[in-house]
């Protein structure tokens, strides 16, 4: 067994993973899986470059991540960093912080590669399942993007596109640093145009209708499965391969986008992070479903993190 540790940095969230990899089979043994909300990608859609405190968070959770790995004796360490490190102008500064703590590079990777990890770390466990056609269409909704890709034991075509619950929520719903709270009509119908545009985009190259089977990845499907399921606290265990009808899923897009900061937040499975973002998250995962004509979602807490650790192994 090989002890590897995988970083996925993305616009909202910076996520460890450290498990046992056996490079024989690409089975991982979690030892260490968390989660923090740095919002790395704050103001990048409107500035272009990352904001100094939205890097001194990051490098705060790395230097919290580097005791993590050195304690469990990690061999090997991969950093990957999406959406926000890929828009921004200052990205070096970013680079050179992660280095100078962690002691490697991050990987600054591309719409296409980040698919093919959220692919593989998603769809391994799902082999050989009989109540699960294929292909399957795996969807990461991300802060600043999403990613979509088909395929049956291996990726058949793949898309990235920029839209993602940050980005989204930024780009409409922030007047004068405040959210809209809650959104007005207008907003909703503006961040459903862009999503929808997206789509169009995905489609040229991403045969999405398809699927078989939907597998829906990170906190904005995490989240709308916690609260589908009315979980007192987030469970990961509960969360992990769920299936949320399309039904659910427009009933609690609609109740979290005409809902209070205030009412979201009471929520018991809502990380704080996400109180201001979910509402466009679960519109984007809303508007696939109803172009694919997808009944339910199966939702997925293995992703694009355990896809890193699957490479090292």
């Known amino acids: 067994m090989t002890r590897v540790a995988a970083v996925d940095c993305g616009t909202n969230s910076i996520r460890l993973l450290v498990a046992d990899a056996d490079p024989a089979t690409g089975e991982l043994v979690d030892l260490d899986r968390r989660m923090t909300i740095v919002r790395l990608g704050q ?28 304690g469990h004796g990690a061999e090997r360490l991969r950093f990957v960093a999406t959406s926000a490190s890929r828009d921004a102008e200052n990205r070096d500064e970013f680079v050179r912080g992660v280095l100078d703590i962690l002691g490697v590079e ?36 991300g802060g600043g993007s999403t990613e979509f890709v088909v395929g049956e034991d291996h990726v058949r075509a793949a898309r990235s596109v920029d839209v993602g619950c940050v980005r989204m929520t930024e780009r409409h719903l922030v007047h004068g640093g405040e ?16 999503i929808e545009a997206a789509l169009d985009l995905a489609e040229r190259t991403v045969p999405l209708r398809e699927a078989r089977t939907l597998v829906g990845l990170a906190g904005s499907v995490t989240t709308v499965s916690a609260i ?53 998250g679960s519109l984007v995962l809303l508007a696939i479903m109803e172009r694919i004509g997808a009944q339910e979602v199966v939702v997925s807490e293995h992703d694009i993190l355990d896809g890193i650790g699957w490479s090292l192994a």
């Open 43 to 70: 103001g990048v859609d409107r500035t272009g470059r990352l904001a100094p405190e939205a890097l001194e968070r990051t490098f705060a959770a790395c230097r919290d991540y580097a005791e993590i790995i050195k």
């Open 106 to 141: 991050p990987e600054v990777i591309t719409g296409d590669q980040e698919a093919e990890f959220s692919f593989t770390g998603a769809t391994k466990e799902l082999t050989g399942r009989e109540d699960l056609a294929r292909p399957y269409l795996v969807v990461d909704i």
């Open 179 to 194: 959210v809209s709270d809650p959104p007005t009509e207008e907003q909703i119908a503006a961040i459903r145009a862009d």
């Open 228 to 280: 589908a399921q009315d979980l007192p606290e987030y469970d990961s265990a509960r969360i992990h391969h769920s299936r949320v009808s399309l039904a659910r899923v427009r009933e609690i897009t609609d109740r979290l986008l005409h809902s209070t900061h205030a009412e979201r937040a009471t929520i018991p499975s809502m990380h704080p992070g996400r109180v201001d973002v979910i509402g466009a």
